[in-house]
């Protein structure tokens, strides 16, 4: 499956109006082909990726909701969220592409790095960030994935001084890029190709910061 089926965008805009379980079940086999072709689009594109990078898998997510802690009470998600995962320990870093009507994105990058990983890019980051904002700010890069973003701390993370250079760098919390399509990109025969060239586009900060995530501050291998 090369292509999207318009039908992925027109259900889920459909179940985002009807978002409740009568309706879900009468249109619960027209759903199981769309996930179908998604999970294959995919497939496809795992394949495409792995001629340039190393990703050992992927991950479609369920539908429902878990609503147990939500004032949201809808069962269903309106979307299709798949995540693709590099091999690791030696590749770091993860893309996933989010597939809804009038809101397709991909995200690549750091979403929520455990405290040994985020304390390691921190002090990397402290002890020369020249290398990081080269490859976050060249021209290229920027064309497609644009600024850097993240949620981060109000100040300075703890142990870190506020009036550090590099301090805008050193609160993020999360190290993300993504981009967005609109829907006639999406279901185009060219959105695997499209998908693909852009996520190859993020290697240079994947590299580095694999880099980073399996040496020591001196430049030591962890593996």
């Known amino acids: 499956m ?7 965008l ?3 805009g459909e179940l985002a109006e009807n978002n ?3 309706w879900f079940e009468t249109q619960k086999p027209r759903f199981k082909t769309n996930e179908t072709a998604v999970k294959a689009f995919a497939q496809a594109l795992q394949e495409k990726m792995n001629v340039h990078d190393r990703v050992d898998g992927f991950k479609l997510f369920r539908v429902y909701r878990d609503v147990r802690f939500s004032k949201d009470k809808t069962p269903y998600k309106t979307h299709f969220g798949i995540s693709f995962h590099r091999e690791k320990p ?3 870093g993860g893309y996933y592409l989010h597939i809804k009507p009038g809101d397709t994105f991909i995200a ?7 405290k040994d990983d985020l ?8 002890v020369d960030a020249d290398e990081f904002r080269d490859i976050i700010n060249d021209a290229a890069f920027q064309q497609t994935w644009g600024s850097l973003e993240g949620e981060e701390v109000k100040t300075a993370p703890k142990g870190f001084s506020k009036e550090d250079p590099n301090i805008d760098l050193i609160k993020k919390k999360a190290y993300l890029f993504t981009k967005r399509y609109d829907d006639r990109t999406v279901v185009s025969p060219g959105f695997l190709a499209q998908l693909d060239a852009d996520f190859a586009a993020i290697r240079p900060f994947f590299d580095y910061m694999s880099s980073v995530l399996t040496t020591d501050l ?3 291998s962890l593996l």
């Open 90 to 92: 030696a590749f770091r």
């Open 218 to 220: 001196n430049g030591v």
């Open 2 to 8: 090369t292509t999207l089926p318009k039908d992925a």
């Open 10 to 12: 027109t259900f889920m």
């Open 119 to 126: 304390q390691r890019i921190r002090k990397e980051l402290e």
């Open 20 to 22: 409740h379980r009568e």
């Open 108 to 114: 690549g990058g750091f979403w929520n790095p455990n």
